[in-house]
């Protein structure tokens, strides 16, 4: 790591610490020294216990369940980086809250990923960068500079072995035929199309399959698994003749427990490859799940913003 008046700092909030401490061992720096505590009366205090004035702070954070508290954690840390004087605060924020609530679907509703994005630029956040975002729009809801990364070379290298040569990628719905057709591109694969009908906030039916998946191994590509809707898709799929055991790439394993009851009583269903931008705890780790760590990219992005190199060539929006 070259010498600078700025030095480079990694900095962990609690959502996430292990993806923190990979990112700073690949890019040979200490993990820097905070204490987070949760008080008696449900508030949040976090403390920096190490000097940062004038240095480069990347601080990680994911915000999965318990969301709000993670938010508030970083937005309390933000603040105070701000209070003792760090050169620049950068929020990597693998996995980006509220961000499927970014559009008035209603009359009367909140754009709650808005909201988001105006507490993080007030607190003090000088870069943002995030994975997989739900929706591209949010990179326009700020007037900071945000890098969104994709995991998709990641989970594409996973399906370059010859037990794929069969397969198609599979969109599970209209939305993601774009990030779909990068897969299918990267590994020379045919795409299929699924088109779904929302019947409730929560729910939703397969109602046509556009594409060629006769024979072949499904391989559906999605930005985030929680309550395991797309799993029920298979179903349609099947139904159009598809063949071996399917395969799920997801880049954020929410994982709800209906989630996880759905991948085991299914037996179509092979492996769930997903990876880390959010922890999987121990009672999430099925043997049908497989985690790829996000870590290399992450820091690879941090040391390029650091060096003021081009990240260009790394980001791939869905």
Known sequence: MPESYHPLRIFSGSAHPDLAREMAQILQVDLGRATTRHLP?????????????????????????????NLMELLLYLDAFRRASAHSVSVVIPYYP?????????GREAISARV???MLESAGARRVIFVDIHSRAIQGFFNIPVDP???????????REEKFADAAIVSPDVGR???????????NLPLVVMHKR?????????????????????IIIDDIMAGGSVLKQVDALYANGAG?????????????PTALQRLEADERIEKLVVTNTIPVPPEKRHPKIEVISIAPLLADIVLRIY???????????S
């Not at 449900?42 to 004038?54: G, K, Q, T, Y």
């Not at 990364?149 to 399906?159: T, V």
């Not at 071996?244 to 709800?256: G, R």
């Open 177 to 187: 035929a774009s990030l779909a057709g990068k897969y299918a591109e990267l590994l």
């Open 116 to 118: 988001v994005a105006n």
């Open 307 to 317: 060096k003021g190199a081009s990240i260009s060539e790394r980001l791939v929006l």
């Open 149 to 159: 990364l994709s995991a998709l070379p990641l989970l594409a290298d996973y399906f």
């Open 41 to 69: 009366d449900s508030e949040i205090h976090v403390m920096l216990d190490e000097v940062v004035r004038d240095q480069d702070i990347f601080i990680v954070q994911p915000c999965s369940a318990p969301v709000n508290d």
């Open 98 to 106: 509220y961000a499927r609530q970014e559009r008035m679907a209603q």
């Open 198 to 218: 929302r019947t409730s906030y929560s729910a939703t039916e397969t109602t046509h399959v556009v594409g060629d998946i006769e024979g072949r191994r499904p």
């Open 244 to 256: 071996a055991k399917a395969y799920f790439a997801v880049t954020h394993p929410v994982l709800l």
